[in-house]
């Protein structure tokens, strides 16, 4: 399931907690792909606390507390990382990361948390949802197969890596434009992890995300920045991007396009879809200042001047999914939507 998909599912399932519809998610997928970032981002966008709970490194007792004797009774001590009404709030997300990293033990112990939202006489507040992640087996991650009991216990969904979502997510978090610029023309290295083959630096979603902060830290450097490169994607990627970066010295005045002066669009494809992605970029930051900026307008105007409209459309899209419907708000969008009518501007998933 695509990430924007699966953000509406985890969004969906917190807002059941109200009317009693909640059922636990599991959320399945390899190494680097933002399992746990998204859920991170459900907590933001709700405004709720996030507890996040490694279970791979807990022992049972963490879990299920520690026993303590009353008199001639044995009660158990509440850890304080559960959920807690007065302490937390009465609404939040308890996330259970990296379940398939846990001893069996640990997974024992929260069968009761996870089913019956207890665990003795804890209880989990009413308005908490309960959320896990984990790596499948032949992901090369130190895994467990997850027993009937507790894999019944969920609603299981898998992530899948989508360009698309990547783009927007880097988008809003300013990563850098070249990086973007790259994925949109080597979509395919978005992800690319092999588990036969044994890497140990390879394409996700993360280790791109570490390459941006390499871009920022070493660019001085350009023998330096390069290694720094592959030290987060791998040899092959790393040095894919190097070189897709050192062409950029030919591309157009990004200032001048945005200002409205007459640049001529690149004759090479991988110029082209840097040139989109960086325009893409400038119209993030217009719009942070001031959506009614008509500079929008000069951006929408260049992308009906690629040779191939697909190139366009491209860029539109990426620019609607960015900044939203402020784009229909440009005066020049009418006029650019007439003239690829029959190319689709996005789709139902967005």
Excluded at 11 to 21: I, K, L, P, V, W
Excluded at 65 to 80: D, K, L, N, T, Y
Excluded at 334 to 350: C, G, M, P
Aim: aromatic fraction near 10%; charge should be negative.
């Amino acid at each position: 399931m695509r990430p924007t998909q699966l953000k509406i599912i985890l969004e969906t399932e917190f807002m059941s907690t109200s009317r009693g519809h909640h059922t636990p998610v599991m959320v399945w997928g390899p190494p680097g792909v933002g399992k746990s970032q998204l859920v991170a981002e459900v907590a933001e966008g709700q405004n709720v606390p996030l507890i996040d709970i490694r279970l791979s490194q807990l022992e049972p007792s963490d879990l299920r507390g520690i026993p303590f004797r009353v008199e001639s009774h044995v009660q158990w001590a509440i850890p304080r990382m559960l959920p807690d009404a007065d302490k937390h709030g009465e609404s939040g997300i308890l996330f259970l990361d990296e379940i398939t990293s846990a001893a069996p033990a640990v997974s024992a112990a929260a069968y009761q948390l996870i089913l019956d939202r207890c665990l003795g006489e804890y209880q989990i507040p009413q308005g908490w949802v309960i959320y896990a992640a984990g790596n499948r087996q032949g992901d090369r991650g130190v895994t467990y197969s997850m027993p009937a009991p507790l894999a019944n216990r969920f609603t299981h969904y898998e992530f899948d890596v989508n360009v698309d979502d990547w783009v927007l997510w880097a988008h809003r978090h300013h990563i850098d434009e070249r990086v973007i610029a790259f994925l949109r023309f080597r979509p395919e290295l978005l992800f690319d992890f092999d588990p036969a083959l044994d890497p140990v630096a390879f394409p996700t979603p993360r280790s791109w995300e570490f390459t941006h902060r390499a871009l920022q830290k070493f660019e001085q450097d350009s023998v330096i920045m390069a290694n720094a490169i592959q030290a987060c994607v791998g040899n092959a990627a790393g040095i894919e991007l190097a070189a897709f970066i050192e062409n950029l010295t030919n591309l157009g005045d990004m200032d001048a396009i945005v200002e409205g002066a007459s640049v001529p669009v690149p004759e090479s494809i991988d110029l082209q879809y840097a040139m989109a992605s960086a325009l893409v970029g400038r119209a993030v930051k217009i719009v942070e200042r001031d959506p009614t900026d008509k500079r929008l307008g000069n951006i929408l105007a260049y992308a009906s001047q690629f040779p191939q409209r697909e190139m366009g459309v491209m860029l539109v899209s990426d620019m609607f999914r960015a900044i939203g419907d402020t784009l229909f708000a440009v005066p020049q969008f009418a006029d650019w939507a007439e003239q690829v009518s029959e190319v689709l501007l996005y789709d139902d998933d967005r």
